[in-house]
């Protein structure tokens, strides 16, 4: 026989108890499910508790915040996380569970209940937080405080602006085009007037 879990310490009232409630924090209908301890209730076409049992396993599986924050506290280097492992039953469901409950309460000082997606997302926040500030360098926390970030953003410079050929050659051939220009202006201006110096002289 195999070292007891925790959840196998509980009993078995204790382990029902322990599934209903993992069930309604895991959005787990358990009014499909017979033999759940509610009195009165008919079991007629309902799902055994083992079924109950293997539907919590695999909600809690599948549930983002309960992975995300078990893959993220194993890398982070925390031992409990790493000692559950995947999620393949109620065991390990249970333990999953437990370790985002204590997160909560012991790790990030909430007194009150945990109970609901804010709650959930608050743990994987924590534990993601963990695991990059465990593999983040000096060096990488350096590059993102402001004061770096200011130093860099003065360092920015326009680029240094260079000419093509093509456009020094086009630039060279209008400058060439209106200095000639200019001179057949001025040897123009300069036959008009003399041509009109001429013409002064002829009526004089």
């Known amino acids: 026989m195999g070292k007891q879990t925790k959840y196998d310490k509980l009993g078995v009232m204790g382990k029902r108890e322990a599934d209903k409630r993992m069930a309604e924090q895991y959005g787990i209908d358990l009014s499909q499910y017979g033999n759940t301890g ?7 076409n309902k799902k055994s508790y083992d079924d109950l049992k293997k539907d919590v396993a695999t909600a809690a599986a599948n549930d983002y ?14 031992k409990k996380a790493q000692k559950i492992g995947s999620i393949s039953n109620a065991s390990e469901a249970y333990d999953a569970t437990r370790f985002m409950e204590k997160t909560h309460k012991n790790r990030m000082g909430n007194t009150g209940s945990y109970d609901g997606a804010n709650d959930q997302g608050n743990v994987t926040n924590y534990w993601t937080e963990k695991q990059a500030s465990k593999y983040a360098t000096k060096s990488d926390l350096d ?14 410079t326009e680029p240094e ?8 050659d086009a630039k060279e051939r209008v400058m060439n085009f209106q200095a000639s220009a200019a001179g ?6 300069n036959k008009a007037a003399s ?3 001429k013409y002064k002289l002829n009526l004089t």
Do not use: C, W
């Open 161 to 168: 602006y260079s000419e093509s050929s093509h456009l020094s």
């Open 184 to 189: 057949n202006n001025d040897e123009q201006r």
């Open 65 to 78: 915040d309960v992975r995300r924050s078990i893959e993220a506290a194993q890398a982070s280097g925390n």
């Open 195 to 197: 041509s009109f110096a």
């Open 38 to 44: 509610r009195p009165g209730q008919n079991y007629t």
């Open 143 to 156: 590059d993102m405080s402001v004061d770096s970030q200011i130093k860099d953003a003065k360092k920015v």
